[in-house]
Structures are given as structure tokens and as C-alpha cells.
């Protein structure tokens, strides 16, 4: 068994369901430490959400530390579902048919096993390498994201570390390992929206005032509305219902007040600002009376073709002989918050089809092709 399957079945062995770590910071922790890196455990949250955040640093030897690449991931998994569905212990780590079972596989142990053997490699064979590594491991991304890697991102910036290069292990191949990379992610804009009206008996609607019937033309403008037209990296933002609620439970009854949750997918030709006010204005020109709030998820970010990008995309060219594609598809991640302190964000791992299903798996085959690529792209950057 390669050092980098075992570390990934002990990762799956800690039950990290959110927001516990299971214990996997500690194992990495242990690994970074022998091979030189200074570690600091972080403990945030209330007690009844606690959160494991793990920060590590092994400077390199040019005078100013050299430049900085970081490892980002996150130890904590989503719930596994109805066990009996799964066909073996989701932390039990199971290899079948050349695959390796378990919570957390895909999403994301087994990238965080590869950054570590990556790196030990990397450091028995440059051992005067001149930049610096560092490690940020959270417990707290599958959750809340409220006291994980956005307050540590803050720690970083108030004690002054400059960060270069930041690599996600999130799970982002799509038919084979290498394909495809996330450059970037689209923003996420939430709001509840309440339209209000009169409660009235459906046989009298002269006395009432039916918010549905109100809302209708406005939902369909909003819905037919170009907000962007996107860009080279972004796909238009994209304005979504998810939810709708309205009535008493009885049949003849005008509702009070219409409940309406929607999002927008935004990319970087908006802003939160335009898209609040713009929604706004269409809900004004209707004469609609209504309530909105709103919450920000997480705002676009993008790092287009830099070093980091080009490095990665060498890396698994030479080890997959495959040309990745770059992209910016996909749900939000904790790149949100690193981009704020860091120029250059990717995400790169295994294949992602799996991620949060019952049988959660990977490709055994992949996972010494994966560390490979995370080595590979060290050896560009930092040697």
C-alpha cells in the first residue's frame, strides 16, 4: 500500500462528521512536524458547534521566507445518510473493484493525504527548498463556514503572513483525474422575499388582497431578466427560485403574505449592490409591497491564467498527459475567504461524482497520481 492510500484510509477511519475532526488534524499535524513545519491548533465556535482549525509553516530559505504556497482542505464530512443504504461502513475504508469507499473519500481525505505525502517527498528532495509551505485545515467547511477558514484568513492577515499561492483540495475532475481545475467561483446572493397582502375569504376577493397574484409578474420578469452577460470565466449570473410559501392550510383563504427564497449565481460583471438594487426596482415598478433580507454567501473571485494556475496545469500535463480545463462551474468553497488574503486560488482533486453520495468513493488508481501532481507543482513553484 502507498504511504498516501494508508494516510487516506486513516483519514476516513476518524469520524469527522461536522463540525468534529475526528482526529485528522492531529495525524497531519503529526506527519508536518516531523518533516520541520511549526503547527498551531485553533479551537472557535460556540461549545455546542466547536470548530478544529490547524495552522502549519515550514519557511524556506531565501531571506524573505521566499514565495508562500499554501494547502487549504477541510477535515470535517457531510452526515453519511441511512447507513443501511451503504454497502459498507462509511468509516471503515473499503477497497472494491479498484475503488476506495468511505465518508470523506472524494471530499475531500484523500486530497489532504496527498498533500501531505506530496510534501514530505518534496522536502526530502529539496530540503533547502526557498520558499515556504503552509498547511490551513478546517473542520468547519461542510457546515456553517463561520468559524473555519474565514477567521483563520483573518488571523493571517492581523499577524501580517503574506500567502502567494493557495491550492484547495476540493474535488474537482469530472471523467478522469486532471480534467478539469477551478480557477475561480461564481458569488452567492441569498434573500428572503415577503410579499405582502390583505387576508381575506377567497369568495369575497374584493376585500382581500392576494400576494400571489400580485407577485406573478414580477417572478416572471426576475425570472426572464439578463442580469450579465458573463465573461470569459463566468457563465451570466443566474437568478434562482428555491422555495415558496403562501396560505393557511385552507382552500378558501386569500393569504396574508407570500414567502419567496431565491439566490443569485453571480459572477464578477456583478455586483451584490446592482443585483440587490436591481431587484428592488423591479419589485417597486409592480407596486409591490414587500420585505427583503438578504444574505451574502460569498462574493466571485477569479485567478485566471497566473503561475499558479500554468504550474498546476504543467504538473498534470507530466503526470496524466492530459490538457486541463480551466473553470469557475460549481457551488461556493472556502476560496471565498482565501482569495481575500491571496492573489492566486485554484482548486484541484479527484473526481467529484461521488462527493456526499451513499458509497462516496475514489479511484484507487488516482491517489498516487494526485499526490504526484501536488509534488510536481511544488517542485515548480517554491523549489
Given at each position: 500500500?502507498?504511504?498516501t492510500?494508508?494516510?487516506t484510509?486513516?483519514?476516513?477511519?476518524?469520524?469527522?462528521?461536522?463540525?468534529?475532526?475526528?482526529?485528522?488534524?492531529?495525524?497531519?499535524?503529526?506527519?508536518?512536524?516531523?518533516?520541520?513545519?511549526?503547527?498551531?491548533?485553533?479551537?472557535?465556535?460556540?461549545?455546542?458547534?466547536?470548530?478544529?482549525?490547524?495552522?502549519?509553516?515550514?519557511?524556506?530559505?531565501?531571506?524573505?521566507?521566499?514565495?508562500?504556497?499554501?494547502?487549504?482542505?477541510?477535515?470535517?464530512?457531510?452526515?453519511?445518510?441511512?447507513?443501511?443504504?451503504?454497502?459498507?461502513?462509511?468509516f471503515?475504508?473499503?477497497?472494491?473493484?479498484?475503488?476506495?469507499?468511505g465518508?470523506?473519500?472524494?471530499?475531500?481525505?484523500?486530497?489532504?493525504?496527498?498533500?501531505v505525502?506530496?510534501t514530505?517527498?518534496?522536502?526530502?528532495?529539496?530540503?533547502?527548498?526557498?520558499?515556504?509551505?503552509?498547511?490551513?485545515?478546517?473542520?468547519?467547511?461542510?457546515?456553517?463556514?463561520?468559524?473555519?477558514?474565514?477567521?483563520?484568513?483573518?488571523?493571517?492577515?492581523?499577524?501580517?503572513?503574506?500567502?502567494?499561492?493557495?491550492?484547495?483540495?476540493?474535488?474537482?475532475?469530472?471523467?478522469?483525474?486532471?480534467?478539469?481545475?477551478?480557477?475561480?467561483?461564481?458569488?452567492?446572493?441569498?434573500?428572503?422575499?415577503?410579499?405582502?397582502?390583505?387576508?381575506a375569504?377567497?369568495?369575497?376577493?374584493?376585500?382581500?388582497?392576494?400576494?400571489?397574484?400580485?407577485?406573478?409578474?414580477?417572478?416572471?420578469?426576475?425570472?426572464?431578466?439578463?442580469?450579465?452577460?458573463?465573461?470569459?470565466?463566468f457563465?451570466?449570473?443566474?437568478?434562482q427560485?428555491?422555495?415558496?410559501?403562501?396560505?393557511?392550510?385552507?382552500?378558501?383563504?386569500?393569504?396574508?403574505?407570500?414567502?419567496?427564497?431565491f439566490n443569485?449565481?453571480?459572477?464578477?460583471?456583478?455586483?451584490?449592490?446592482?443585483?440587490?438594487?436591481?431587484?428592488?426596482?423591479?419589485?417597486?415598478?409592480?407596486?409591490?409591497?414587500?420585505?427583503?433580507?438578504w444574505?451574502?454567501?460569498?462574493?466571485?473571485?477569479?485567478?485566471?491564467?497566473?503561475d499558479?494556475?500554468?504550474?498546476?496545469?504543467?504538473a498534470?500535463?507530466?503526470?496524466?498527459?492530459?490538457?486541463?480545463?480551466?473553470?469557475?462551474?460549481?457551488?461556493?468553497?472556502?476560496?471565498?475567504?482565501?482569495?481575500?488574503?491571496?492573489?492566486?486560488?485554484?482548486?484541484?482533486g479527484?473526481?467529484?461524482?461521488?462527493?456526499?453520495?451513499?458509497?462516496?468513493?475514489?479511484?484507487?488508481?488516482d491517489?498516487e497520481?494526485?499526490?504526484?501532481?501536488?509534488?510536481?507543482?511544488?517542485?515548480?513553484?517554491?523549489?
Amino acid at each position: 500500500m502507498s504511504a498516501t492510500l494508508e494516510l487516506t484510509e486513516a483519514l476516513i477511519a476518524c469520524r469527522s462528521v461536522t463540525p468534529a475532526d475526528g482526529g485528522c488534524q492531529e495525524l497531519i499535524a503529526k506527519r508536518l512536524q516531523a518533516i520541520g513545519f511549526h503547527t498551531e491548533s485553533v479551537l472557535s465556535g460556540p461549545e455546542n458547534f466547536r470548530v478544529t482549525n490547524l495552522w502549519a509553516i515550514k519557511k524556506g530559505t531565501a531571506a524573505d521566507q521566499g514565495k508562500v504556497l499554501m494547502f487549504a482542505g477541510h477535515t470535517d464530512v457531510v452526515p453519511t445518510g441511512p447507513l443501511e443504504k451503504w454497502d459498507s461502513d462509511p468509516f471503515t475504508p473499503t477497497i472494491r473493484d479498484g475503488f476506495l469507499f468511505g465518508r470523506g473519500a472524494a471530499d475531500m481525505k484523500t486530497s489532504l493525504a496527498g498533500f501531505v505525502v506530496a510534501t514530505e517527498e518534496f522536502v526530502i528532495n529539496h530540503p533547502k527548498h526557498s520558499g515556504s509551505i503552509a498547511f490551513l485545515i478546517t473542520s468547519d467547511e461542510e457546515g456553517p463556514a463561520n468559524d473555519g477558514t474565514v477567521i483563520m484568513c483573518d488571523r493571517l492577515q492581523q499577524c501580517g503572513q503574506r500567502l502567494d499561492y493557495c491550492v484547495i483540495g476540493e474535488p474537482t475532475s469530472v471523467e478522469r483525474i486532471g480534467d478539469m481545475i477551478k480557477n475561480g467561483r461564481r458569488g452567492s446572493l441569498s434573500g428572503k422575499l415577503k410579499i405582502k397582502g390583505v387576508q381575506a375569504h377567497i369568495a369575497y376577493p374584493h376585500l382581500g388582497k392576494n400576494p400571489i397574484h400580485i407577485a406573478a409578474p414580477a417572478i416572471a420578469q426576475l425570472v426572464e431578466a439578463e442580469w450579465d452577460k458573463g465573461n470569459q470565466y463566468f457563465q451570466p449570473t443566474s437568478f434562482q427560485i428555491s422555495n415558496v410559501h403562501a396560505g393557511t392550510g385552507a382552500n378558501n383563504v386569500i393569504p396574508n403574505e407570500l414567502i419567496i427564497d431565491f439566490n443569485f449565481r453571480f459572477s464578477t460583471e456583478s455586483t451584490p449592490e446592482q443585483l440587490r438594487k436591481r431587484l428592488e426596482n423591479i419589485l417597486k415598478s409592480q407596486q409591490i409591497d414587500f420585505e427583503i433580507d438578504w444574505i451574502l454567501g460569498g462574493s466571485p473571485f477569479i485567478t485566471g491564467n497566473g503561475d499558479l494556475a500554468n504550474a498546476l496545469r504543467n504538473a498534470i500535463k507530466a503526470e496524466t498527459q492530459i490538457d486541463t480545463e480551466l473553470s469557475t462551474t460549481g457551488g461556493t468553497s472556502d476560496g471565498r475567504f482565501i482569495a481575500k488574503i491571496c492573489k492566486e486560488v485554484v482548486e484541484f482533486g479527484p473526481l467529484n461524482a461521488t462527493s456526499h453520495k451513499i458509497n462516496e468513493c475514489v479511484i484507487v488508481n488516482d491517489v498516487e497520481p494526485l499526490k504526484n501532481i501536488y509534488r510536481k507543482t511544488l517542485e515548480q513553484l517554491i523549489a
